[in-house]
């Protein structure tokens, strides 16, 4: 069975630093265009960041100087890194992977070709 397995998240602080992971059973990570979302209650879910199957990266303008993706391909498991975190960091956040994806590999077009999502892990941030 093919899934997407987050784990990380829960309450964080203010100014602090968000770790999350997303390991890929049944999916060799490194042959897809990989994401992170966010979702807050009552609004859509958003790209946070991207990282194609080359390693080029990119950013939601909300978290664009603070936020690192990356993946670990032994690992086959992909990371979010939030610095800074602020309330507006708060928000269910979902990992997301998708076929190929050099084209639409970006945090502007991704959301349509998603085919898989992970769990869901539920971030709040108080002061």
């Known amino acids: 069975q093919v899934k997407l397995v987050e784990s990380g998240g829960g309450s964080e602080q203010t100014g602090g630093t968000l770790r999350l992971s997303c390991e890929g059973y049944?999916?060799?990570?490194?042959?897809?265009?990989l994401g992170w979302f966010r979702q807050i209650p009552g609004k859509e879910r958003e790209a946070v960041g991207t990282i194609d199957k080359d390693g080029t990266r990119t950013y939601a303008e909300f978290v664009k100087g603070r936020s690192t993706i990356s993946k670990d391909t032994a690992k086959n498991t992909l990371y979010l890194q939030i610095d800074s975190l602020n309330a507006e960091d708060a928000a269910t956040y979902y990992c997301?992977?998708?076929?190929?994806?050099?084209?639409?590999?970006?945090?502007?077009?991704?959301?349509?070709?998603?085919?898989?999502w992970g769990q869901g892990t539920q971030v709040t941030v108080s002061s």
């Open positions: 049944g999916y060799t990570i490194n042959d897809y265009c």
């Open positions: 997301a992977i998708a076929f190929g994806g050099y084209d639409f590999c970006d945090v502007k077009r991704l959301f349509p070709k998603v085919i898989d």
